[in-house]
């Protein structure tokens, strides 16, 4: 079931890659059924414009009820950054699944530790799996990176950035 929806995910990220964003895709699964998806949407807010972030709103408004996304699973092709984990953690989604680590801007491993945790979030945070259809993933962000690079873009084409390195050499 979580390749089926991380599937979903990585048409997210390929519609990015075509817009020529960085390659993330974010679904919301409630139930079995997709309530939300996103991408990145070139706003002009590009600190805030994360794949996690726009679907994160499409869900909570997608429904009705508590705002919240209690029992709601978020597959992503990346792992989700600091901001989008804390988003994830405050709306109650139940689970997260991504397809490649981020080592260098991933949260998720903060939930490892959860005495590092707000009190708030230390008993009750989502459970994460990582690395479901980690090579598509990794292709995609491979492809946006020699792009970045050869048309000479400073933010995604720095060889010292974990992620670049990461997905540009072979591993």
């Known amino acids: 079931m979580d390749e ?3 599937k979903l995910a990585l048409d997210q990220a ?3 890659l075509n817009n020529n964003w960085i390659p993330v895709g974010a679904v919301f699964v409630m139930g079995a059924k997709v309530i939300a998806h996103g991408v990145k949407n070139g706003t002009t807010h590009t600190l805030f414009d994360h794949a996690e972030h726009n679907a994160c709103y499409a869900a909570l408004w997608s429904r009705k009820g508590p705002r919240n996304l209690e029992g ?3 597959y992503s092709t990346l ?3 600091m901001m989008c984990l804390s988003m994830l953690m405050t709306t109650r989604v139940s689970r997260i699944v991504f397809a490649c680590e981020d080592p260098y801007g991933g ?3 903060l939930l490892k530790r959860p005495s590092c945790l707000p009190l708030r979030f230390q008993k009750e945070h989502p459970t994460v799996t990582g690395g479901v259809l980690r ?3 990794k292709e995609l962000l491979r492809r946006f990176f020699v792009l970045q690079k050869d048309s000479g873009q400073k933010n995604w084409s720095d060889p010292d950035n974990p992620l ?3 997905v540009t050499n072979s591993a």
């Open 135 to 137: 090579a598509e993933s």
């Open 4 to 6: 089926r929806f991380m």
């Open 14 to 16: 390929q519609l990015a």
């Open 72 to 74: 709601c699973t978020v």
């Open 79 to 81: 792992e989700p950054c």
């Open 107 to 109: 949260g998720c491993k």
């Open 164 to 166: 670049v390195k990461l």
